[in-house]
């Protein structure tokens, strides 16, 4: 019997036309930027309702640790925001740039990571008046963030 060679259908790179350069979007990414900051931002967001359930309700274990409070809207509030910043950076990127600048977005993708769960680890596990040394991942994720910022913005200018 003769073997018989199957077409695999693969995705094809889509290309958006504009008043920009045509720009390639690889959709394929098993890292994709757009599907981490919709899921990031529906965590953030999930936990911030949590959290102000637990006041809403008065829960002592939350209202009489100053220290987690603090660190836990700190971890809600950045996690958001920066969900938020990888969106625009991604929609930035996808509509006026030739190419994504990979290691911007790998920066961007892994500072939202790191900050706010430096905030969130710091708040579980802490001594009675400071956060745990797990907080130190909020700064490193803030370089990151701040470098893939500063690579975008250098890549976009570099486009013009």
């Known amino acids: 019997m003769p073997k018989v060679k199957l077409k695999v259908d693969r995705p094809t790179p889509e290309i958006r036309t504009g008043s920009a350069a045509p720009t390639l979007i690889s ?24 959290w102000e359930g637990l006041i809403g309700f008065r829960v002592s274990i939350y209202l009489t640790d100053t220290v987690r409070r603090e660190l836990f809207r700190l971890a809600h509030v950045h996690g958001t925001v920066l969900s938020l910043v990888l969106m625009l950076a991604v929609i930035w990127v996808d509509g006026y740039l030739i190419a994504r600048p990979m290691p911007a977005i790998r920066a961007l993708q892994i500072g939202s990571v790191l900050m706010p769960l430096g905030f969130l680890l710091g708040g579980i596990w802490h001594y009675e008046s400071d956060p745990s040394v797990l907080v130190f991942l909020a700064p490193i994720g803030g ?3 701040i470098f893939g910022i500063i690579t975008i913005t250098l890549s976009n200018r570099k486009s013009q």
């Open 27 to 50: 959709r394929g990414d098993k890292f994709d930027p757009a599907r981490q900051a919709w899921l990031s931002l529906v965590f953030w967001l999930s936990f911030g309702l949590l």
């Open 143 to 145: 370089l990151f963030v």
